[in-house]
C-alpha cells in the first residue's frame, strides 16, 4: 500500500506528535508530504519533517521555488488523504468560512480527497461553542474530526483538548474504506416541512426542522448509498455527495419524489407533508377586512402511500409522529398506507422530536418491532439505516 498521505502541521505544542505520525505512516508502507504554517515552524523544524518524510516540506503559499517542484493545487491533487494534525482553533476556523490566507487553509479548499482534522487546543478553546460549531460545520462538509482526547495539557489544565495518539490517526488514515451495507443501492429521502400559500406572502406549514431526514441521507450515503434528497424549505447545509431537490409546497414534493420513486431501492419519506392546501391560492395578497373568515382547504395527495402503491415500488418506509396512541397509530399507517416499515416517535412531549438534536423512534414492520433509544439525531439516523439496510436485503433475498 502507497497511499499518498498529506500531512498539514499547525502551530501547537502537539506538533512534536506529527514526528511520530509521520513515523508510522512511512512505516506502513504509506508516502508523507509534509506543509506547515508558519507558526508551526516556531514549535518544530521542517528539516525534522524532510528527514522522516524523505520529501521537502512546503511552507509557503507563493514562494516560486515551491511552486515550481510542486505547487499548492498539485499537492493536493497528489493526496489520497489529507490529515491537519495538530490542527488550531484559528486554522479550523479558517477551514470551516472559506478563508484561504496560508498554504494549509488554502489546501484545505484545494483538496478534494478525504480530509481529517486532528484539533489540539486548550480545553476552553475547545469547548467555546465558536470552536464547535466550527467543527460542526466542517463535519457537515465530510470532514472527519479525529480526537480531541481527554488529558492533561500542556497549559496545566485538564480536559478535552489534547491531540489523538498518532498511533490512532495512522490507523484511522490508512483504513481501506469498507465496502457499505448500501453500496450502489439508490436511496430517495423526502425531508423538511411543505409551504401550502393561501397568498404570496402567507402560507400553511409543520413544524419540522428536517434534521432527522437530513441525518438520515448523510448515513445513507456514509453507507454506500446513492441518495437523492427532496427537501422542503429549511435551515441546514445539505450533505456532501447526493443529489438535492429543493422544493416548497406538497404538490412540488409529490411530483419530485414520484419522479424519482420508479428508480429508487428505498424511498423514506421523513418530510413533515401537509396534510391540506388551500383550495385557491390568491394571486394578490389578502386585505384584512371582516373580522372572522374561512379558509377552504383540500387534502393533498399521500406522497408515501402513492409511492408505496406503484408497481415497481422500492422498500418503503414512512414515518409517523403522534402524540397518543403510538403503536396502534403506526400499525395502522403500516398497514393502510402498504409500507414495509414504519418509525414513530412521540411528538409534545418535554425531549426530542421537532427542533430538538436528539430523538428516540418505536420502528414497526410485519411481525417486527424494535426500539431505537433516545440519542442524537446522527447516531438515530445510523441505527435506522442499519435496520432499513437489513430488511432491505431480506426482503431481497426471498
Ligand atoms: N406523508 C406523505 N404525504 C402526505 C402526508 C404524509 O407522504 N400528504 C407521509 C409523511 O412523510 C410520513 C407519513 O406520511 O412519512 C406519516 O405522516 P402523518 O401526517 O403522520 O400521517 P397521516 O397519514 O397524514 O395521518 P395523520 O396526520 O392523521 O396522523
Known amino acids: 500500500m502507497n497511499k499518498h498521505v498529506l500531512l498539514a502541521i499547525c502551530g501547537g505544542i502537539a506538533a512534536y506528535k506529527s514526528a511520530e505520525l509521520v513515523r508510522l505512516l512511512r512505516k506502513q508502507g504509506a508516502e508523507v508530504r509534509v506543509i506547515m504554517t508558519r507558526s508551526a515552524r516556531e514549535f518544530i523544524s521542517p528539516l525534522t519533517f524532510q528527514a522522516l518524510s524523505g520529501n521537502p516540506v512546503h511552507t509557503e503559499l507563493l514562494d516560486i521555488d515551491e511552486e515550481n517542484a510542486m505547487g499548492h493545487i498539485n499537492l493536493a491533487r497528489w493526496a489520497d488523504v489529507v490529515i491537519i494534525a495538530p490542527a488550531t482553533a484559528n486554522t479550523?476556523?479558517?477551514?470551516?468560512?472559506?478563508?484561504?490566507?496560508?498554504?494549509?487553509?488554502?489546501?484545505?479548499?484545494?483538496?478534494?480527497?478525504?480530509?481529517?482534522?486532528?484539533?489540539?487546543?486548550?480545553?476552553?478553546?475547545?469547548n467555546k461553542s465558536i470552536t464547535q460549531?466550527?467543527?460542526?460545520?466542517?463535519?457537515?462538509?465530510?470532514?472527519?474530526?479525529?480526537?480531541?482526547?481527554?488529558?492533561?495539557?500542556?497549559?496545566?489544565?485538564?480536559?478535552?483538548?489534547?491531540?489523538?495518539?498518532?498511533?490512532?490517526?495512522?490507523?484511522?488514515?490508512?483504513?481501506?474504506?469498507?465496502?457499505?451495507?448500501?453500496?450502489?443501492?439508490?436511496?430517495?429521502?423526502?425531508?423538511?416541512?411543505?409551504?401550502?400559500?393561501?397568498?404570496?406572502?402567507?402560507?400553511?406549514?409543520?413544524?419540522?426542522?428536517?434534521?432527522?431526514g437530513y441525518e438520515l441521507a448523510r448515513a445513507a450515503a456514509k453507507a454506500g448509498a446513492n441518495v437523492t434528497l427532496v427537501s422542503g424549505s429549511v435551515n441546514l447545509v445539505a450533505p456532501t455527495g447526493l443529489k438535492l431537490v429543493q422544493i416548497e409546497t406538497a404538490a412540488q414534493m409529490y411530483n419530485a419524489v414520484i419522479a424519482q420513486a420508479g428508480d429508487a431501492d428505498i424511498y423514506i419519506g421523513a418530510a413533515a407533508v401537509a396534510d391540506y392546501s388551500p383550495v385557491i391560492t390568491e394571486k394578490d395578497k389578502i386585505k384584512k377586512q371582516a373580522e372572522q373568515t374561512n379558509l377552504v382547504l383540500q387534502q393533498t395527495k399521500d406522497i408515501l402511500a402513492e409511492v408505496a402503491r406503484l408497481s415497481n415500488a422500492p422498500f418503503t418506509v414512512g414515518f409517523a409522529a403522534e402524540t397518543n396512541d403510538l403503536e396502534a397509530y403506526a400499525q395502522e399507517k403500516l398497514l393502510n398506507k402498504n409500507l414495509d416499515m414504519i418509525a414513530a416517535n412521540w411528538v409534545g412531549q418535554e425531549q426530542g422530536g421537532f427542533d430538538s438534536e436528539q430523538n428516540a423512534l418505536e420502528v414497526f414492520w410485519d411481525k417486527g418491532h424494535t426500539s431505537l433509544a433516545m440519542t442524537d439525531k446522527n447516531q438515530l439516523a445510523e441505527q435506522l439505516i442499519n435496520l432499513i439496510a437489513t430488511k432491505f436485503n431480506e426482503k431481497n433475498r426471498v
Not at 490508512?174 to 400559500?197: C, D, F, H, N
Request: hydrophobic letters at 40%; glycine letters at 10%; proline letters at 6%.
Open 92 to 126: 479550523i476556523a479558517k477551514c470551516a468560512h472559506g478563508l484561504a490566507d496560508d498554504l494549509v487553509s488554502t489546501l484545505f479548499l484545494a483538496a478534494t480527497c478525504p480530509i481529517y482534522i486532528a484539533p489540539a487546543m486548550n480545553q476552553a478553546m475547545w
Open 133 to 212: 460549531n466550527n467543527i460542526r460545520q466542517l463535519e457537515s462538509y465530510g470532514v472527519t474530526i479525529i480526537g480531541p482526547n481527554v488529558g492533561d495539557q500542556a497549559c496545566g489544565e485538564t480536559g478535552f483538548g489534547r491531540m489523538a495518539e498518532p498511533a490512532e490517526i495512522c490507523q484511522l488514515l490508512l483504513a481501506e474504506p469498507e465496502t457499505g451495507i448500501l453500496q450502489g443501492v439508490k436511496v430517495l429521502i423526502s425531508a423538511g416541512p411543505t409551504r401550502e400559500y393561501i397568498d404570496p406572502v402567507r402560507y400553511i406549514t409543520n413544524r419540522s426542522s428536517g434534521k432527522m
